[in-house]
């Protein structure tokens, strides 16, 4: 009598617990509402030379030409769509025009603006790789950067940086004149409006200002006037890390393209998962290796006018070219 009555508990047990886990899943791990994208061709490789990379860290899309922060080779290098090689500039060291392990990248109104990781700066070139402007420098104070990872432009023209150390995200006038910030400076945190090394930021087709919450494993986002508007990433957006659908293991890098849609560089998961604005989960794609398809560390997205996604394969120093699926064609260079 004692042994069935053990069994029984045990199968209710058994099914009560079923029934948990499928309640969380259907809570936490949302299903794709599109298919994932298609990997179209590559390039790259571990070196010095034109069209090589060491640790390539930050992308950018401008008109047809795609530039990539090769982030220990101090430079910037410019390619096509196809891959193929067009100039570079950029060199060790911190004066004007050299860089400092530069990071992720933004394009506006024909400028580059790069994140410098050594130099606490963001450096702003022309196109052709021109030095316009500094803004910033060493220090925590306001308009000042601790390694700052990520730059992008709201529409009137401001900066939003990520400023990785100083555990916050500034928001700047062009000239560099502070204007908010949100996080509170120097504190690690997981509630709404706190960070855990922010990595990137985006901005939103209606102004939106997105935040990679890089150790918080989350996106956070924030009105154009700068109130907390939601967040995503793991059960609650609360600092859990996990492999499933809109759940998050170090999110690097974000990109948002002509419809307001996020990409989401998702660093330990070899993948890039994609967003709505709101944060429904839409698709991913990518997975760990060397081959087609896959990535060793995927660390920065971007997207180009024809709806192509680049991403930055840190760790098999490359970049990838993908499309979506119902229109993708196979480029004929590797």
Do not use: C
Request: proline fraction near 6%; charged fraction near 20%.
């Amino acid at each position: 009598m004692k042994l069935r009555f053990l069994i029984r508990l045990g199968a209710r047990i058994g099914i009560a617990l079923g029934f948990l886990a499928a309640v969380i899943w259907l809570a936490f791990i949302p299903s794709p509402k599109e298919p994932p994208y298609t990997f179209v061709g590559a390039w790259g490789g571990k070196g010095h030379a034109p069209g090589q990379f060491d640790d390539p860290t930050g992308i950018a899309v401008a008109g047809e030409e795609v530039f990539v922060a090769d982030s220990r080779n101090d430079r910037i290098q410019v390619f096509d769509l196809q891959g193929r090689f067009k100039r570079q500039f950029g060199s060790a060291g911190a004066a004007p025009g050299q860089l400092g392990r530069p990071m992720n990248l933004a394009v506006r109104d024909g400028r580059l603006y790069v994140a410098e990781y050594v130099n606490d700066r963001i450096q702003v070139f022309g196109l052709d790789g021109t030095p316009r402007a500094i803004i910033g420098g060493p220090g925590s104070g306001p308009g000042q950067f601790n390694a700052p990872g990520g730059v992008a432009l709201a529409a009137n023209g401001d900066l939003i940086v990520a400023d990785f150390y100083n555990q916050r995200v500034q928001q700047l006038k062009a000239d560099g004149s502070f204007v908010r910030q949100w996080g509170r400076t120097g504190v690690i945190g997981i509630g709404a409006g706190q960070f855990n090394y922010p990595t990137d930021v985006a901005v939103g087709t209606d102004g939106t200002v997105f935040v990679a919450d890089g150790y918080n494993d989350r996106i956070q986002a924030f009105a154009a006037d700068g109130a907390f508007s939601h967040k995503w990433g793991g059960p609650l957006a609360m600092n859990v890390f996990g492999p499933f659908p809109g759940w998050f293991a170090t999110v690097t890098s974000l990109a948002v393209d002509g419809r307001g849609q996020l990409f989401a560089a998702d660093f330990y998961n070899h993948r890039v998962q994609k967003f709505s604005a709101d944060g429904t989960f839409l698709t991913q794609f990518g997975s760990r290796g060397e081959g087609r398809g896959r990535f060793e560390y995927v660390i920065a997205v971007a997207v180009a006018a024809d709806e192509s996604v680049f991403a930055v394969d840190f760790g098999n120093q490359r970049v990838t070219r993908w499309r979506p699926q119902a229109d993708s064609v196979r480029d004929p260079r590797p």
